[in-house]
């Protein structure tokens, strides 16, 4: 595609332009090849760049949406383990589809952990995927916990009621600088 986009640019644009500045042929040669270079290079430049954006842009949708959800999947997972599941277990339990990312990268981690692998490795290997604070942290928590051999579902609980503060004085800063911003645009008009 760039190499079509080139050849057409350069027929197009560069070659009529080059020809009205009747240069010699050697200098005619050097700049059409480099304008050739240039233009492949720019054109690679911006189609990598537009891939890179758009699966960053698909990675930071597909945190945000496992972020939204993690509450409801913890407190899935804390009733399984009051229940009497084992953590691997109970975290197999809780994967329901309407948590669609977090249901899917659960079951791999869950797999690992039934196939053998330590369901820690599997849980800090899940987080690491994903550049969120909000799973590092509630995860490794989780992960301590397990090796400090504590009540797993306490634990939890108490991990969902920080998630649930943060999400509250996330939404309560996003509110009061909205309404600064407001105040300020109004003072401006």
Not at 126 to 135: D, G, I, V
Not at 141 to 153: D, F, P
Not at 166 to 176: F, H, I, Q, S
């Amino acid at each position: 595609l760039s190499l079509v986009v080139t050849g057409i640019a350069t027929v197009v644009f560069i070659i009529p332009f080059l020809d009205k500045l009747k240069l010699n042929l050697l200098l005619y040669f050097i700049t059409v090849f480099g304008s050739w270079v240039v233009l492949n290079l720019a054109l690679a430049i911006m189609f990598m760049s537009v891939i890179y954006f758009y699966f960053d842009m698909k990675i930071y949708h597909r945190t945000k949406e496992m972020e939204s959800v993690l509450i409801e999947f913890l407190q899935f997972v804390s009733e399984n383990l009051k229940g009497g599941m084992s953590f691997d277990r109970a975290l197999w339990s809780s994967v329901k589809p309407r948590f669609k990312v977090l249901a899917a990268e659960i079951r791999i981690a869950a797999k690992k952990a039934m196939t053998g692998e330590d369901v820690e490795d599997a849980l800090l290997e899940f987080t690491e995927k994903y550049e969120s604070a909000t799973l590092k942290r509630s995860f490794s928590l989780i992960v301590e916990g397990m090796r400090g051999g504590g009540q797993m579902a306490e634990l939890i609980d108490k991990v969902v009621e920080n998630l649930k503060e943060t999400r509250e004085l996330k939404e309560d800063m996003a509110a009061t600088a909205l309404s600064y911003v407001i105040f300020i645009s109004f003072i401006v008009m």
